[in-house]
């Protein structure tokens, strides 16, 4: 059976000339860094100032035996040296804040928000806004994920006091790779110059009912 690639040639030069950041390297954001990875994407920056320990064996792609006590930043370059030596990633091994976020997001095409709070994201966003680029955003809960694609305009963090967050070792663990999948769809488009339903929306999932709601921000 035939399969046509969905994405052309220009489409797959302009992922490999595409600058990404992926703030948050633990449970959504290592399952990101490895689709993105595999997708070609040419430069990623991952910015996270923890490491892994044994509690993270549970949700975390990246996190394994022999990866508890390293960097999850520094284990987002190892993964790409081992898939795709061609692309470019730098560890950013320290946590954005409103000090260095700026700096470190500057020459990014496109923000992807791995975090697990509000106010993180708020300080991200803020960051997004001064410099003009877009995020996909993206939280989880239990059997819940929330994503979307924020534009520097947007006023979502400013509005909203909680979303869905971590619950560490009770997570289950494809309900990050579930969100990170949708994250990515919606990087894929915003890279490639093709059009997203969610310009400027959250679409909130319950995954035990199967219940959709997408409301604009």
Same mark, same amino acid.
């Given at each position: 059976m035939n399969y046509k690639n969905s994405l052309d040639e220009k489409e797959r030069l302009m992922l490999k000339s595409s600058r990404v950041c992926i703030v948050g390297c633990g449970g959504l954001g290592g399952y990101i860094a490895e689709l993105l990875i595999r997708l070609?994407?040419?430069?990623?920056?991952?910015?996270?100032? !923890?490491?892994? /320990?044994?509690?993270?064996?549970? =949700?975390? $792609?990246?996190?394994?035996?022999? +990866?508890? &006590?390293? %960097?999850?930043?520094?284990?987002?370059?190892?993964?790409?040296?081992?898939?795709?030596?061609?692309?470019?990633?730098?560890?950013?091994?320290?946590?954005?804040?409103?000090?260095?976020?700026?700096?470190?997001?500057?020459?990014?095409?496109?923000?992807? !928000?791995?975090? /697990?709070?509000?106010?993180?994201? =708020?300080? $991200?966003?803020?960051?997004?806004? +001064?410099? &003009?680029? %877009?995020?996909?955003?993206?939280?989880?809960?239990?059997?819940?994920?929330?994503?979307?694609?924020?534009?520097?305009?947007?006023?979502?963090?400013?509005n909203i006091v909680s979303s869905p967050e971590y619950h560490g070792e009770t997570m289950l663990s494809f309900v990050p790779a579930s969100c990170a999948s949708l994250q990515v769809s919606e990087a894929v488009k915003l890279l490639t110059g093709n059009k997203s339903e969610l310009m400027g929306k959250v679409c909130d999932i319950d995954l035990m009912t199967n219940e959709q709601i997408i409301f604009e921000i």
């Open positions: 070609g994407v040419g430069k990623i920056i991952a910015v996270d100032g !923890d490491r892994f /320990d044994e509690s993270n064996l549970n =949700r975390q $792609l990246l996190c394994t035996h022999d +990866t508890v &006590g390293k %960097s999850k930043a520094v284990a987002v370059a190892e993964r790409a040296a081992l898939i795709n030596p061609e692309l470019e990633v730098a560890a950013v091994t320290e946590f954005l804040d409103a000090d260095n976020a700026v700096e470190i997001l500057k020459d990014c095409d496109l923000v992807l !928000d791995a975090l /697990d709070s509000i106010e993180a994201r =708020r300080t $991200l966003h803020e960051a997004c806004k +001064t410099l &003009g680029i %877009s995020m996909v955003f993206g939280a989880i809960g239990p059997w819940h994920i929330q994503y979307g694609v924020v534009l520097p305009e947007s006023k979502l963090f400013s």
